[in-house]
């Protein structure tokens, strides 16, 4: 085993890391709630276009907030409104570096190394499952977006069948086209400058079945980019409200967001809309507890005690944004996040994380957009013990739990409407996960044999500003990575339908998915083929949730899966045999 060991995870020679979650409030930036109703108690949006406020995103008319720039001082005494928050991405709870990963010859689309597909029985997915559905990634980017850039596609994210590109600068009438948008104001135009995420969300939710690399769900899918994440730093809410009203707009119709290719004067652009079918948030906030009143109390990391009132303007701003999607027939997918957390659970109930309990506070953790209502929120299961058999035989076997357990870093969490108005977890797919001990054989990790716990995904290195991105190829985990699995089955559901409602696909969505018990008795070692190590040959005894210790008592299955864990076969059953 390497003697690399980074937050307590042994992996082989590779460069792992584990980022974090984070939250900054802007100085000069805010979203504020409009109304053009003169009885209403708040501003309208003649009164802050009338300000010496600059109006960066107005989205007055869509979801009835606008995000402007300047002092408070000059905020109108009737405002409402919130300082703008910057967010970092849900990150990969651990990930192997592209650039230590080398890109296979001539892969099988549906190769082992992807076993979450493999668990959804991804072969029996045509190539072309998905056509005529677009997935917005709102995100860090997806390579080959940025028209005439000079930068090279990736092979299983086709520039203009499958990735959709915008050119940063508007046609000869002043409109931009997209449909991919970079709303952050970098400058730069779509498509990502140096942070593959973005473009790992793409390929898991729907790289092509092209006979190279690997396969999303939704093979036959068209991914949007809508960059919210700059060159450097993190997200901002405003421009996260932004690309969800841009992406969800129907593509007949335009809105008025700040993009482009230079946007030193951040200026609203008449924008036309993306006419995206699912949008995939692969970001969020850290878990938020709100306090009704009062001096905000010390919480251990990484709750983040914030007042009610907070807690209600974010959720309105996020559930506004949920409603005008679904209202354009647009589906928003969010990750319930990578705390270990569990939402909606007052740190007072014993199915709370057990550092996390006191027995003093009934408030309850939440977390943004996943909490807010209508978004469709996602929890992350992984396999624990995914390897090569130590003979060198070829043979892959499973030495523990199965795919579809609880991954140990996912938040889950049932319904509180009290606090949130949404769910913690509505269901569950897989993530990844990471194991602590062998994952398989000694001699197979050193020999270099991919790590299987990891979801294998598109990929690329290098930075946009310093020369050409290079296509790759990666291993990652993390509810990042489990909301597009579940935005690839969206799509398909959009592809194969007769112009479905979200509503629709959402029902289809949970009401196919499988609960499944937690840690289910009979799960060895043993239970699988080939030979197990003896270090991992342990035995689950059906009562005890996937991370022991973790959470005292057992948790209802629920409380981890929500509806259950997705079934895409299921799901698209019903269209396979018409």
Same mark, same amino acid.
């Given at each position: ?389 130590? =003979? ?105 339908? =007769? ?80």
């Amino acid at each position: 085993m390497s003697d690399r060991q980074l937050g307590g995870v042994n992996g082989p020679s590779g460069n792992f890391s584990t980022r974090s979650v984070s939250m900054e409030t802007s100085d000069d930036r805010f979203i504020v709630s409009v109304d053009d109703d003169p009885d209403a108690d708040t501003v309208s949006m003649g009164e802050m276009s009338g300000s010496n406020y600059t109006i960066v995103h107005d989205l007055s008319e869509e979801i009835g907030y606008v995000v402007v720039q300047g002092d408070e001082s000059w905020m109108p005494a009737e405002a409402e409104f919130v300082r703008d928050r910057v967010i970092q991405i849900d990150d990969p709870v651990t990930q192997l570096s592209p650039d230590e990963v080398a890109k296979p010859d001539g892969l099988d689309p549906q190769s082992i190394q992807q076993w979450d597909k493999l668990e959804q029985n991804a072969g029996q997915i045509p190539a072309d499952a998905g056509s005529g559905a677009r997935i917005g990634i709102v995100d860090s980017g997806v390579i080959g977006a940025k028209a005439g850039d000079g930068v090279p596609e990736h092979p299983d994210l086709p520039r203009g069948s499958k990735v959709l590109t915008g050119s940063g600068e508007p046609n000869d009438d002043g409109v931009f086209e997209g449909p991919s948008y970079n709303f952050t104001g970098d400058g730069t135009g779509p498509g990502p400058v140096t942070d593959p995420h973005g473009t790992e969300c793409a390929g898991t939710a729907a790289a092509a079945d092209n006979g190279t690399g690997v396969a999303g769900i939704a093979p036959g899918a068209e991914i949007v980019d809508l960059r919210v994440f700059p060159a450097e730093g993190g997200a901002a809410t405003g421009d996260i409200l932004a690309a969800m009203v841009a992406g969800a707009t129907p593509r007949d119709e335009t809105v008025n967001v700040t993009v482009g290719e230079v946007v030193d004067d951040s200026m609203p652009r008449e924008v036309r809309g993306s006419g995206c079918d699912v949008l995939n948030l692969s970001l969020g906030l850290p878990p938020l507890v709100p306090i009704p009143e009062g001096p905000l109390p010390s919480l251990p990391s990484p709750l983040i005690a914030v007042p009610l009132r907070t807690i209600a303007f974010f959720g309105g701003m996020y559930t506004s944004a949920a409603q005008y999607a679904l209202s354009e027939g647009t589906l928003p997918i969010a990750s319930a996040g990578n705390s270990g957390v569990g939402l909606g659970i007052p740190l007072s109930d014993d199915r709370q994380v057990p550092r996390l309990q006191d027995p003093e506070i009934d408030a309850a953790p939440v977390t943004f957009p996943a909490n807010a209502e209508g978004f469709v929120s996602v929890g992350a299961t992984g396999p624990i013990g995914y390897g090569w058999s130590a =003979d060198g035989d070829g043979v892959f076997f499973q030495t523990e739990l199965p795919e579809y357990e609880p991954a140990q870093y996912s938040n889950y969490g049932t319904s509180d409407p009290t606090i949130a108005g949404g769910t913690a977890v509505d269901v569950t797919a897989g993530g990844g996960n990471f194991d602590s001990g062998a994952f398989a054989s000694i001699d197979a990790i050193e020999a270099g044999d991919p790590i299987f716990d990891l979801l294998y995904t598109t990929a690329f290195t290098g930075d946009r500003r310093g020369g050409s991105l290079s296509p790759n190829f990666t291993f990652t985990a993390g509810t990042s990575f489990s909301a597009p699995n579940v935005a690839g089955l969206a799509a398909l559901l959009y592809g194969f339908g =007769d112009d479905p409602t979200p509503e629709a696909v959402r029902t289809t969505i949970e009401e196919s998915a499988e609960q499944l018990p937690v840690g289910r008795a009979g799960q060895t070692a043993a239970a699988s083929v080939g030979t197990p190590n003896a270090a991992t040959d342990s035995v689950f005894d059906g009562d005890s949730p996937s991370a022991p210790g973790r959470v005292s008592g057992r948790l209802d299955p629920a409380d981890h899966r929500g509806n259950g864990h997705i079934d895409v076969l299921a799901a698209i059953e019903p269209f396979l045999q018409g």
